[in-house]
């Protein structure tokens, strides 16, 4: 059977579930990748099952800008929160608070993020959703509030690194009674998984999620876009578009 008259382009591959059928209707095709892939689901997962933020409280988001972090950002405005964005230079800084509506947003690059951070969550940091670990968390550490969350997501800081990071303020989860808890979306019963991409689907629909992309043409792009994702040359989810796709 010819790969067309399967049906192949309504069909992804996702973390730990194998070929999944899609909602066809549902496009561009590529939101199944993103918002309504193993983004989303991570991003609503780790939030919502892990986080469990309350209307009022403050959530603190690493690589803000990214995939995740921009779907993380915009749930938990939706369910209320303050949201606190942390990311690399000022324009995609600016580009979270004014695309995504994160309330602010901080440039880690830039000197004194602890002291930033306290004076963009006053109230102190009642979930941090983790997708950097090193020198970004151990800023954020010192602003956690008793009883605060940390979703453990990724640590992207550390995939290339040479050294190990040797942390400065590790003692805080002690004093602060903090629960990080790290997860893998391929992990996660296929049920929640279900439950997050209709409650993604449901807001997308409304007009309430963005879901953003950084979309290059062509598989020679795919090293370069992989470095990309590393060096934080991608706003949203990176997508390769290939020439025979239905919607090429
Ligand atoms: N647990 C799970 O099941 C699961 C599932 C999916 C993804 N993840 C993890 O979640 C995180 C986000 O994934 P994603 O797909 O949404 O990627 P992404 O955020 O779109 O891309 C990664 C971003 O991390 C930032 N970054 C890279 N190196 C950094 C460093 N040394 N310090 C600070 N920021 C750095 C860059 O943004 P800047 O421009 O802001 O520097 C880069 O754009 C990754 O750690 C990934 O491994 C985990």
């Not at 899609?22 to 561009?28: E, G, K, Q, T, W």
């Not at 991003?43 to 995939?67: H, M």
């Not at 020679?220 to 020439?243: F, M």
Request: glycine share 14%.
């Amino acid at each position: 059977m010819a790969l067309g008259d399967f049906g192949w382009q309504d069909y992804a591959l996702s973390h730990g579930q194998g070929l999944r059928r899609l909602d066809a209707a549902v496009r561009p095709l590529s939101l199944h990748l993103g918002l309504l892939g193993s983004s989303g689901e991570t991003a609503w997962y780790g939030l919502t099952q892990l986080g469990r933020p309350e209307a009022g409280e403050t959530v603190v988001v690493s690589a803000a800008g990214g995939a995740v972090g921009s779907a993380v950002g915009q749930i938990a405005r939706l369910l209320g929160c303050r949201v606190v964005g942390i990311a690399g230079g000022a324009e995609k800084c600016a580009a979270v608070v004014e695309r995504f509506g994160f309330h602010a947003c901080l440039d880690y690059r830039a000197p004194n993020l602890t002291e930033r951070l306290r004076a963009a969550a006053p109230a102190g940091v009642d979930v941090c959703f983790e997708n950097v670990g090193g020198a970004v968390l151990d800023a954020v550490l010192p602003v956690l509030n008793p009883g605060a969350r940390v979703p453990l997501c990724g640590l992207v800081a550390h995939y290339n690194a040479t050294q190990p990071y040797a942390f400065a303020n590790v003692m805080k989860l002690l004093d602060q009674c903090v629960t990080l808890t790290g997860f893998r979306i391929g992990h996660v019963a296929p049920a929640l998984r279900e439950q997050a991409r209709a409650a993604l689907l449901g807001w997308w629909r409304q007009g309430a999620l963005l879901a953003p992309e950084t979309v290059t043409d062509g598989l020679e792009t795919a090293p370069a876009a992989l470095v990309g994702i590393l060096d934080g040359g991608n706003i949203g989810k990176r997508v390769i578009r290939l020439p025979w796709g239905d919607e090429a």
